[in-house]
T-cell receptor, first 115, second 116 residues
Framework: DAMVIQNPRYQVTQFGKPVTLSCSQTLNHNVMYWYQQKSSQAPKLLFH???????NEADTPDNFQSRRPNTSFCFLDIRSPGLGDAAMYLCATSRVVGITNEKLFFGSGTQLSVL | AQSVSQHNHHVILSEAASLELGCNYS??????LFWYVQYPGQHLQLLLK??????LVKGIKGFEAEFIKSKFSFNLRKPSVQWSDTAEYFC??????????????FGTGTRLTIIP
């Protein structure tokens, strides 16, 4: 059974048109992460939520925002997508914020294309 | 800042060949080390991890990895690969000294193709 679910699997948007990617989890984990993975590059952490506390990475562009209305759901909003934002976006969860000895549970990702 | 290097971008092997994928990290403090695997069309999943104790760790599907602190390495090995091992493999490191605000740093990944 899927534990971290990302919808849609593929998303196409237009240059400058806002887009929202969604992630849900059935694990009741406290922490949810958003990673961006461009072709042939390492997954890069954008931000994470520990419960309702939002933690933004220093180099995450302002164009990227996130919402977590409840434990199960987390959204990634891209306010004005550029061509450089085309990537695979990965959602992950962990039980606690300190990931020592913990593993991340990943969703299947959403492949975003920007036309 | 910590970084992770996977020098092999694409490895092609025949079935039953032995495998070793390199992973080096640049951080002098205490780290936890992970290998994640992503099979075609599937999500990233944990293959194995090291956090303390025996530097030779065994994971699922016959994989193992050895932590060599002096070399800052955590190479992944398997004595005999199968076609089903075709996947992308990511090494990852987290700095445990930054307790409470830890994050995984991933390498760029190695694509493994097994030829039947």
């Amino acid at each position: 059974d899927a534990m971290v679910i990302q919808n849609p699997r593929y998303q196409v948007t237009q240059f400058g048109k806002p887009v929202t990617l969604s992630c849900s989890q059935t694990l009741n984990h406290n922490v949810m992460y958003w990673y961006q993975q461009k072709s042939s590059q390492a997954p890069k952490l954008l931000f994470h939520y520990y419960d309702k506390d939002f933690n933004n990475e220093a180099d995450t562009p302002d164009n990227f925002q996130s919402r977590r209305p409840n434990t199960s759901f987390c959204f990634l909003d891209i306010r004005s997508p550029g061509l450089g934002d085309a990537a695979m976006y990965l959602c992950a969860t962990s039980r606690v914020v300190g990931i020592t000895n913990e593993k991340l549970f990943f969703g299947s990702g959403t492949q975003l294309s920007v036309l | 800042a910590q970084s992770v290097s996977q020098h092999n971008h694409h490895v092609i092997l025949s079935e039953a060949a032995s495998l070793e994928l390199g992973c080096n990290y640049s951080y002098g403090g205490t780290v936890n080390l992970f290998w994640y695997v992503q099979y075609p069309g599937q999500h990233l999943q944990l293959l194995l991890k090291y956090f303390s104790g025996d530097p030779l760790v065994k994971g699922i599907k016959g994989f193992e990895a050895e932590f060599i602190k002096s070399k800052f390495s955590f190479n992944l090995r398997k004595p005999s690969v199968q076609w089903s091992d075709t996947a992308e493999y990511f090494c990852a490191v987290n700095d445990i000294s930054n307790f409470g605000n830890e994050k995984l740093t991933f390498g760029t990944g190695t694509r493994l193709t097994i030829i039947p």
